[in-house]
C-alpha cells in the first residue's frame, strides 16, 4: 500500500482525463437541479468550465471559483429543502474540483476522482424516493465510463477513506469495481 506521504506523479494529460470523467459523470444530475432551480446556473458553468479545462483551457481561479459557486448552490439548495438537488450541484463542485487533484496518496483525494460519479449517484437515488438500486444502477454506468488512465491514475491512490454517509458508501462501491 502506498503510504500516506508519498508523492503521486500526475500528468497534466491524466487530470484531463480524471476531469473528463467527472465531468461525464455530472452531467446528467444536471437535470434534477434544474428541476428544482431553473434559474441558476451555477452547476452548469462549473461543469462548463471542468469541460473548457479538459479542452485544453489552463486550470485557472475561474476553474476553482466555478467549484466554490456549485458549492453555494448545494448549499442553498439543501438549506431550502432539496436534497437531490444539492447532490446534483455537489456533483458538478466535484466536476470542477477534479482538475485539482492532489498528488499526494492519501485515500481522500480518491473523492476528487470519483465524487462526481457518486453525488450524482445519490441525486438520482433521493429524484426517485431514495431508491439505491437507482444509485447502483448509475455507479454500474459511470463504471462503464472510466477510461483505462482514470483506472490508472485511482489506483496510486490508497482505497476511498470511511464515512461520508450514504455518498461515501456510493465511492467506496465504486472505487472497489474499479480497481
Known amino acids: 500500500m502506498v503510504g500516506d506521504s508519498t508523492t503521486i506523479e500526475l500528468s497534466l494529460?491524466?487530470?484531463r482525463e480524471v476531469a473528463s470523467y467527472a465531468v461525464a459523470c455530472a452531467r446528467?444530475?444536471?437535470?434534477?437541479?434544474?428541476?428544482?432551480?431553473?434559474?441558476?446556473?451555477?452547476?452548469?458553468?462549473?461543469?462548463?468550465?471542468a469541460q473548457a479545462f479538459v479542452?485544453?483551457?489552463k486550470r485557472t481561479k475561474a476553474l476553482r471559483d466555478s467549484a466554490w459557486a456549485a458549492m453555494r448552490a448545494a448549499q442553498e439548495?439543501?438549506?431550502?429543502?432539496?436534497?437531490?438537488?444539492?447532490?446534483?450541484?455537489?456533483?458538478?463542485?466535484?466536476?470542477?474540483?477534479?482538475?485539482?487533484?492532489h498528488p499526494l496518496a492519501k485515500a481522500t483525494q480518491v473523492k476528487h476522482i470519483l465524487g462526481s460519479a457518486a453525488h450524482a449517484a445519490r441525486a438520482f437515488e433521493l429524484s426517485a424516493?431514495?431508491?439505491p438500486s437507482v444509485g447502483a444502477d448509475h455507479i454500474a454506468q459511470a463504471r462503464l465510463l472510466a477510461?483505462?488512465?482514470?483506472?490508472?491514475?485511482?489506483?496510486?491512490?490508497p482505497p476511498a477513506p470511511p464515512g461520508g454517509g450514504r455518498v461515501?458508501?456510493?465511492?467506496?462501491?465504486?472505487d472497489a469495481s474499479l480497481r
Open 55 to 57: 479542452d485544453g483551457a
Open 13 to 15: 494529460s491524466e487530470l
Open 147 to 157: 477510461h483505462p488512465v482514470v483506472v490508472d491514475v485511482l489506483r496510486r491512490y
Open 77 to 101: 439548495t439543501r438549506d431550502a429543502g432539496f436534497a437531490a438537488a444539492s447532490d446534483a450541484a455537489r456533483a458538478a463542485l466535484a466536476a470542477a474540483s477534479a482538475g485539482f487533484l
Open 168 to 174: 461515501g458508501e456510493l465511492i467506496r462501491q465504486l
Open 28 to 49: 446528467p444530475a444536471l437535470a434534477v437541479f434544474e428541476g428544482e432551480r431553473p434559474d441558476d446556473r451555477r452547476p452548469r458553468a462549473a461543469i462548463e468550465a
Open 129 to 131: 424516493g431514495d431508491d
